[in-house]
């Protein structure tokens, strides 16, 4: 069994955590925004933050083995179930945030996040309880603090664990319905992008990526057209369709259109004909719409001329992709 070894002999004994000193740290509780008067709650936010050093050094250590560990699954416990008492602690996580302002139960929540994610890049054997603690500090704790890390570290997770990807997949989703802002859109990005890369043909992905697509910010959206493009299946409908709805929409951000037909295109080019289909459709819709809007330029109709402008951009690559086409059927 592994034991804690001794703190580091070089490092100050009055350290804490990083580089903080206990004048530091009590100088921090002085300049929350509540007022700290309790003397109980001050030396529990001292013990936290050994604790959570204690992990660190623990999980650090070359002697640590990778099978479950007495140390590690008292974390996880009083994690899972925040009333039970952790022994470094003496109390439990519910006792502990009872008196804490919100700004500072997040940056304990975040710490033992980032404890979560260390514990799974060195074993797998608490890879269902970290997924069961991540869920449950989403839906006690939906901060967008929170929201962003809690993004990155299901993003981890799905991408080591296979078994997990849908599920965590699911929970970045629920993230994005609870908070869509450009934040959390763009960490949401991040993560899928992670689950994306290691684990092809993912459909539960385009639930959260069509979500931005369809109603995020322009950069989110942009980020989410060209990420979809690698999970495009031919037989996957919906993502094809709502791609070929921007493109046919005048009155959308032209760059966002643009980048639709790239990667329709791109997708195509591999993913079978159904797709191609859809470029050559859409090549015969804006050249009709093109011509339509030639005569109402020469009947002086302003906001045609726009269009227009913008519809001739965006034939030049829908031709593009199609001479690629034809190029493979006859080379």
Known sequence: MFKLKKRRESQNKNQLGGNQT????????QNQQFKITDKNTANNLMKVNLMIESYHHLLSSEELENEKNPQLTELIECLLDMSKPNLNLELSMDDLFKNLNMETKEDILIELIGLIDKVNEKMWHYKDESFMILQKIHLEFPTKKI???LCRTFG???TKYKSLSSRCINEIDLILESDFTEDVQLYTLQALSLI???MNKQKTIF?????????GEKKARIQAIKLIKMQIEGYWEKPVESLMSIIRNDH????????SII?????AEFGGNSIQESIYELANEIS?????????????????????????ELIKVLYHYIKIYQNKMHP
Do not use: C, W, Y
């Open 22 to 29: 206990v004048e530091e740290f009590e100088k921090n509780i």
């Open 147 to 149: 929201n962003k890390v």
């Open 156 to 158: 981890k997770l799905g």
């Open 196 to 198: 994306s890369f290691s």
């Open 207 to 215: 639930g959260p990526l069509l979500k931005i697509i369809e109603n």
């Open 252 to 259: 959308e951000d032209t760059d966002i259109r643009e980048e």
């Open 263 to 267: 990667s329709l295109g791109d997708a």
């Open 288 to 312: 009709e719409k093109i011509m339509k809007q030639k005569k109402q330029v020469r009947e002086s109709v302003e906001d045609d001329k726009d269009d227009l402008i913008h519809n001739k």
